[in-house]
């Protein structure tokens, strides 16, 4: 008790706040590692006077840790990942293995282990947390925001914290996923204070369709139907819309809300299947053909013919996994739970799966 005290504190203009990190892999199989840090010195000016409000560091080594000590030669304060908004790793990161990286995070005692997993679709890491918005003032931010908003109402992306990720990994029976981004325009234009000048936006950060993951390995990407179908199944989704073209070629469009999905193991011998449940409030949010929403029989016509896009892209989703062999509904894990002793005597669940 009287030993105790702040011996390792650090002042606040010590530290570098790095408010997003980027891991990409160099030709030679090292890992590159970027900051993204808050420009302190310079947010009291405005930035069009010149001063960006945020600079990006690089540094490169065989391991994630020599990268940052190679950036901490750059610059002349510590790097404090204890404001971490998002994590973007790249493709060949990915397919080669998420374990060094989560072991990283995971020892470091500094970063809370609730910020945002995302993987860099078709570009570098490092160039994605350079990509400025006019509605946020950091990047990585912008990310974060767009991941919950879009999780919660397009459904094609998800939101996966650090610590989802590496739950699900661990999980017996459930292989995890990550939401994808990609870059549309030139990466080169998107980092420069000027395109905050215009309206018109010639480069931006765009969210994409889910990555599949078979432990902790990348094996492949679902498509826009395949990944709402997903968050469909994974309980991921508080609303989506609908829209089936009617015989005059207008479309009636529906509003699902309050969407709840359960998932029910059964075995019965050694037949396993699973009962999946949707339930779901709808809408009518737009009528461009001629029909009479007034009367019961177009009302059940629209409902049936909603179930029925819904089941689709709930089939399609089942088929993207069976392809993969990744079990990233957590089936495996449902009948563990319920049925432990068959599990376990099950020595390759994945053949099983199919």
């Known amino acids: 008790f009287l030993l105790s005290g702040c011996y390792n504190y650090k002042e606040l203009n010590e530290l570098a706040i790095t408010t997003s990190l980027a891991i990409d892999m160099t030709d030679d199989g090292e890992y590159k590692v970027s ?18 409000q945020t600079v990006v560091y690089s540094g490169v080594g065989k391991t994630i840790s020599r990268a940052f000590k190679e950036i ?19 493709e060949d990161v990915a397919k080669e293995g998420m374990r060094n990286v989560l072991d990283y995070l995971l020892r470091s005692p500094e970063s809370v282990k609730r910020f945002y997993l995302i993987l860099a679709k078709d570009d570098d890491a490092e160039e994605v947390i350079k990509i400025l918005s006019p509605l946020e003032t950091f990047p990585g931010q912008s990310i974060s925001n767009n991941i919950e908003l879009s999780e919660r109402h397009e459904a094609i992306s998800t939101s996966v914290t650090y610590s989802k990720f590496v739950e699900n990994l661990l999980k017996k029976g459930k292989d995890p996923i990550l939401p994808t981004l990609t870059i549309k325009g030139k990466a080169e ?9 215009s309206a018109d936006i010639k480069t931006r950060v765009k969210l994409d369709t889910i990555a599949i993951f078979k432990d902790d390995k990348l094996v492949g990407y679902a498509d826009k139907t395949e990944s709402r179908g997903i968050n469909i199944i994974t309980n991921q989704i508080e609303e989506m819309i609908v829209q089936y073209e009617c015989d005059d070629g207008g ?9 709840n999905t359960t998932l029910t193991p059964h075995l ?22 001629n029909k009479d929403i007034r009367k019961e029989n177009v009302i059940e016509e629209i409902e049936k013919e909603t179930k029925k896009k819904v ?22 894990n449902l009948f563990y739970k319920k049925y432990p002793n068959y599990f376990e005597n099950i020595q390759d669940w994945y053949s099983v799966y199919q």
């Open 311 to 332: 089941k689709s892209k709930l089939k399609k989703a089942i088929e993207i996994s069976k392809e993969y062999e990744a079990d990233i509904f957590g089936i495996g």
């Open 35 to 52: 900051l993204l840090i808050a420009n302190g010195k310079n947010m009291q000016t405005n930035n069009r006077e010149g001063q960006s």
């Open 251 to 259: 479309y009636i469009v529906t509003n699902l809300t309050n969407m």
């Open 72 to 90: 901490s030669l750059q610059i002349p304060k510590i790097p404090y990942i204890g404001h971490l908004g998002v994590v973007v790793v790249s």
């Open 189 to 197: 234009k998107g980092s420069q204070d000027k395109i905050l000048e």
């Open 268 to 289: 019965k011998g050694n037949n396993l299947s699973v009962t999946i449940n949707v339930i779901a409030n709808g809408a009518n949010r737009e009528v461009t053909c």
